[in-house]
């Protein structure tokens, strides 16, 4: 993933990476909830994402979370994006373990009644990698090649003639 077009999903991952491992955990778990909208998005061929292509894009490449529903998590990620909650659509609340020393969870299937328990850092990680994987292996197929060249990233000089010799973002 090293070529100027892939620049951005290695800009957006790399930035939920430092989240994660510099303790800004709400900010890493909201970045990490995006990326599967993300990764359909870009495999998509009007390259939009949906609900559908979500949740088909998560039972696809974390095959490790086969028994918890996708529809779960893509209801998690519109709780944490739009209103700031954890709710699902089955459980009161997804609880997520910080990191805590000695103390380990199942975080693939750690249910206490209505609440749904997952290690914070391990689901990250999981819907990281599982995302670099699949950029690595589609960057060059169409029509995420296409999408990838509209994704967002750092043009550290300037962007066309708009602005020059100051980094922007778009």
Sequence with gaps: MADAVT???QQILGEIRIALDNG?????LMGTLAVPD?????GSPNGETSGAKYK????AYLPAYSNVDAGEIYKLRCG???????ATASYRRALFLGPTPGFGVDHMTSIINDLLLLDLKSFCRD???????WVAAN???EPVKTNLEQLVRWYPEGFEN?????????
């Design 7 to 9: 620049t951005g999903m």
């Design 80 to 86: 944490m994006l739009h209103q700031g909650a954890s």
């Design 38 to 42: 993300i990764c359909a998005a870009l």
């Design 162 to 170: 708009a602005v020059a010799g100051a980094p922007i973002l778009t």
């Design 127 to 133: 819907i990281l990698d599982a995302a670099e994987a």
């Design 24 to 28: 800004l955990l709400v900010i890493a």
């Design 56 to 59: 088909a894009w998560f039972t």
């Design 139 to 141: 960057a060059s197929a």
